[in-house]
């Protein structure tokens, strides 16, 4: 390095006169800590779980509500509209406190509280200060006994679902899923993961005060709280604070899924565009199968993180994508293996063409020891990092319990993904990844896109 340079350059950094510098060898992973907790179900129904991890001065909360639609499939049903206005009101108030009481004891106590809604539940996500437990469960409980959904606050957050619903409609990742979602499961109630805006501007605020009272039911519903707290203790004190929250009836669980089955690709038109959605799905396994740690290891040499194939091929090696991902989606009754990647109007067929090249060539060249051992470290290592914190542990718990799972599956899992051998993953790839087994939908261009796809053949063209 001459006197006029101030700095060495990376590939300077990276090597010595004899050649590069060997990389250090990667540590040894680490098994998840052991866990205070204790796991219960009061008197009411409701399921709680506490986890003492006291890294810092904090509690993160997290209530699963089961929040599916009770109607028939097809039967017109604006379930998902009230449920919607009912998530984004939920929290403006009650018969004692405002909207602006709420955030402001919660504020005091370092503290939040919000409420979203899918078609398989409603969720309370919330956090404070350890010593601001019992305020949280205070507003918690009034929330959920006593909630008001004041008439002004009601029509404020309908005119502005309205407008951003028919915002959401126009972009084209929201199309792709909406497009998918039919596909897989027809009229089914999980199929509607957004209601119509004409179906939310009828909503009125007796039908989410009749929906709350029906549906907004501690049976079947599961808190956890994690944190800096003493598990037995923070159990009576969640007891003690939702007694009053009662209903008769149980929660409505999402119905079993139809299940997924391999056909052609839905060209889906979509005038002008410059850029296309490639959604593909197949079925899958739940986590409590046996296959599930090869699976898992399969889906990740397949496109589930950015080392993988398919990013190495229609990313790094062809410039099709900015990005490409392959993942499992859980619901209670089972699971789906889903692909997406966006390209280019002029790539796209190529990009198709590459996937299911991929999905073939994963089940007729397994993957290597070391492929292998590359995504068995990122699976390890990436399960760790993300229930590392208060709120990641809490957010993965809740989930588990939402398809029957309890923490004893996530201390354990490290040790079921350590046991998995190539072998096993080259039939988890050999029986989940076979390109017969997906159908999807292709969001683009129609006119542009439709003589290459024909000639590719697998896509429905319109």
């Not at 519903?221 to 007694?243: F, K, M, R, Y």
């Not at 990013?311 to 499992?328: C, F, L, M, Q």
């Not at 073939?360 to 229930?387: C, K």
Request: overall charge negative.
């Amino acid at each position: 390095m001459t006197s006029a340079q101030t700095h060495r350059t990376a590939e300077e950094i990276g090597r010595t006169e004899i050649g590069p510098r060997p990389l250090p060898e990667l540590g040894s992973q680490k098994v998840a800590a052991e866990l205070s907790t204790v796991d219960t179900t009061l008197p009411n129904g409701l399921r709680v779980i506490a986890v003492q991890r006291a890294t810092v001065p904090m509690v993160e909360v997290r209530l699963r509500v089961p929040f599916a639609d009770p109607a028939r499939p097809g039967s017109g049903s604006t379930h998902a509209a009230q449920a919607e206005i009912l998530a984004n009101t939920v929290l403006t108030g009650t018969a004692t406190r405002s909207r602006v009481a709420i955030d402001t004891e919660l504020a005091l106590v370092g503290g939040e509280l919000d409420a979203v809604v899918d078609p398989e539940r409603l969720s309370f996500t919330g956090n404070a200060l350890a010593t601001g437990f019992g305020t949280v469960l205070d507003v918690l409980r009034d929330v959920l006994t006593d909630a008001a959904y004041p008439a002004e606050e009601v029509e404020r957050e309908r005119g502005r679902l309205v407008e951003r619903i028919t915002i959401a409609r126009s972009q084209p990742n929201v199309i792709a899923r909406e497009a998918l979602q039919r596909v897989l499961y027809g009229d089914h109630p999980y199929a509607k993961e957004m209601p119509e805006a004409d179906e939310v501007a009828a909503v009125s605020r007796d039908d989410v005060l009749a929906l709350h009272r029906k549906a907004l039911l501690p049976k079947g519903s599961t808190l956890v709280v994690v944190g800096d707290v003493e598990p037995a203790e923070a159990v009576a004190q969640i007891g003690a604070a939702l007694e009053s929250w009662q209903g008769e009836d149980e929660a409505v669980q999402l119905p079993p899924l139809p299940p997924v089955k391999g056909g052609d690709v839905l060209l889906v038109h979509r005038a002008g565009a410059v850029q296309s959605q490639i959604r593909l799905a197949a079925q899958a396994i739940p986590r409590t199968d046996e296959r599930y740690p090869a699976l898992q290891l399969a889906n990740l040499v397949f496109g589930g993180f950015f080392s993988s194939r398919l990013v190495e091929n229609i990313r790094e090696d062809k410039g099709y994508t900015y990005g490409a991902r392959s993942h499992p989606e859980f619901t209670i009754h089972g699971a789906t293996l889903l692909i997406d990647a966006d390209t280019a109007s002029e790539v796209t067929p190529a990009a198709l063409l590459e996937t299911r090249y991929e999905l073939a060539r994963l089940g007729m060249v397994p993957p290597s020891q070391s492929e292998v051992d590359v995504a068995r470290r990122y699976a390890i290592g990436s399960l760790l990092t993300s229930t590392s914190s208060q709120g990641g542990l809490a957010s993965f718990l809740v989930n588990l319990a939402g398809l029957g799972l309890d923490i004893d599956w996530l201390v354990t899992h490290p040790q079921r993904l350590e046991a998995v051998t190539p072998e096993q993953v080259a039939a988890a790839a050999l029986e989940f990844f076979a390109p017969a087994n997906f159908t999807g939908v292709l969001v683009g261009d129609a006119e542009q896109l439709a003589p290459k796809l024909r000639a590719l053949g697998g896509v429905q063209v319109p």
